[in-house]
């Protein structure tokens, strides 16, 4: 099984858009394409070249852009939507099992749904009733990630593999939750560079789900197109902010231990190896109030210059990937980089080595009816271990960082996801059938 985490060889073509030829890539696929943003690294295949859909361009039409052509493989060891180059649209789903369905049915669920991600993936048509939504369009990087809830487990008689990890997240007092929107026993994330398609996906999932399953809640979000900008940087959210700079890299040599579960050798069950758990959080940001602050007053609240996303330390100079100095101070003695700035409180090294990958989606569901946006971020991170991941750093937010005025946690989910199907097997079948 590939492991798209560990690129092999990088030969940069186009600025913003490293291009490498993988030896390694299976019969039938000619070229990998490895995309680089925010920190998150994946491969992604060209399918013009691999297998036929129908997207492929009959002799003498216009061949797909290059967007459409990006692939991303299903069977890799870990699941694809995690170090995948964020996509430019997001459907996160949860479902809850129906009154009658066990373990039997969820088993033949996670089959039907990794068969349909599998051909969608490849820029294939679903196996049945397909929708032709997605009828002219290439893969578009599409990606499918599923994950289990806690409830999932005594519903499915599956208790005693339910993981430590899977424990409810603790309360923070800022939480404003809403539990219709909350949790869920089964989760899957859709992530694609093209709407139509990322919708063909989501409407295919959904009824495949049959009288399995029924939809709990949904969310949708969005990122910055690729090839939007000339800039290439880390993506910007709803407040005007580079946000994700300081992502775990894949080529770091703590990036396996904090995102993954280990093979072997964990306290996790064995069906969670090179999983790992996920923490989504529909964070609503106040963006009357934000946007009421000068451009230096935003810049104080997270400690980076919204321009270009370099520490405030750096002064005038410096760029993005500037080293932030927690202790440089003004001619008065002040820090530059703010106490409560966001970026100084959530560092892993004043989190006791506390780190995530955080890889996210913006949301804009309109307005309320005083004009309010209903807007802000569909926060998303990875790790290993959500005590040693999200909950140290957002019980330190929870006593009030520089930004937490300006946002509201709306909803939650804890979820485990397990690595990624082996050619043949499908998502979770080492907990269905183990
Ligand atoms: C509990 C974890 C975090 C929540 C919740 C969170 C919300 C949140 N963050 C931003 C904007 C930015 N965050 C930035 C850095 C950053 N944030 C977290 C964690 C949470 N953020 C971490 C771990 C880090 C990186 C710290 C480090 O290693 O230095 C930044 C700075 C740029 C960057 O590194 O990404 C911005 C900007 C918003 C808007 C938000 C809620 C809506
Ligand atoms: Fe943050």
Redesign the pocket.
């Known amino acids: 099984m590939a492991d798209q985490s560990l690129p092999k060889a990088r030969t940069p073509a186009t600025p913003g858009l490293p291009d490498t030829e993988d030896t390694t890539a299976p019969a039938g696929v000619s070229r990998r394409r490895l995309l680089t943003t925010a920190g998150a690294t994946g491969l992604v295949l060209g399918a013009a070249g691999g297998a036929a859909g129908y997207a492929a361009a009959p002799s003498g039409a216009t061949p797909l852009a290059s967007l459409g052509e990006e692939r991303v493989p299903f069977h890799v060891k870990h699941q694809p939507g995690i170090t995948t180059p964020a996509q430019a649209r997001g459907h996160l789903v949860a479902f809850d099992l129906t009154a009658g369905a066990g373990r039997k049915e969820a088993a033949a669920l996670l089959r039907r749904w990794s068969d349909t991600a599998r051909r969608l993936m490849a820029g294939e048509p679903a196996a049945s009733g397909d929708t032709d939504v997605a009828r002219d369009a290439g893969p578009s990087s599409l990606t499918v990630t599923f994950g289990f809830g806690h409830s999932f487990f005594a519903r499915t008689g599956l208790e005693k593999q339910r993981p430590v990890s899977l424990d409810p997240l603790p309360d923070f007092s800022s939480d404003r939750l809403d539990k219709n929107r909350s949790n869920g026993d089964l989760w899957v994330q859709i992530g694609a560079n093209d709407a139509l398609v990322a919708f063909h996906a989501l409407r295919a999932l959904q009824k495949d789900a049959g009288s399995a399953a029924r939809v709990r809640w949904q969310m949708n979000g969005f990122n910055r197109s690729p090839g939007a900008t000339a800039h290439p940087m880390?993506v910007r959210?709803l407040?005007g902010?580079?946000?994700?700079?300081?992502?775990p890299k894949p080529t770091e040599s703590d990036f396996d231990r904090r995102i993954w579960v280990p093979e072997s050798g964990g306290s996790d069950p064995a069906w969670m190896a090179n999983g790992s758990y996920v923490v989504v959080?529909r964070?609503r940001?106040l963006l009357d109030d934000w946007e009421e602050l000068s451009a230096r007053e935003q810049e104080a609240v997270?400690g980076?210059r919204k321009s270009d996303?370099a520490p405030l330390s750096a002064l005038s100079g410096g760029g993005e990937t500037t080293e932030?100095d927690l202790e440089k101070t003004d001619a008065d003695g002040n820090l530059l980089v703010p106490i409560n700035a966001?970026?100084r409180i959530?560092?892993?090294d004043q989190n006791g080595g506390a780190?995530?990958l955080?890889r996210p989606f913006s949301y804009h569901d309109g307005f309320d009816a005083d004009g309010v946006p209903d807007a802000?971020?569909l926060?998303i991170?990875w790790q290993a271990d959500p005590l040693r991941g999200?909950v140290p750093?957002?019980r330190k937010?929870d006593r009030g960082d520089a930004?937490s005025a300006f946002?509201r946690?709306e909803a939650s989910g804890l979820f485990a996801v397990p690595g990624g199907a082996a050619e043949g097997e499908y998502v979770g079948q080492r907990l269905l059938e183990g």
């Not at 902010?241 to 992502?247: A, F, L, Y």
């Open positions: 880390t959210n407040m902010q580079v946000d994700g700079t300081r992502n959080r964070i940001m997270i980076r996303g932030m966001h970026a959530t560092r892993p780190a995530m955080r802000g971020l926060f991170c999200f750093v957002q937010l930004l946002v946690h």
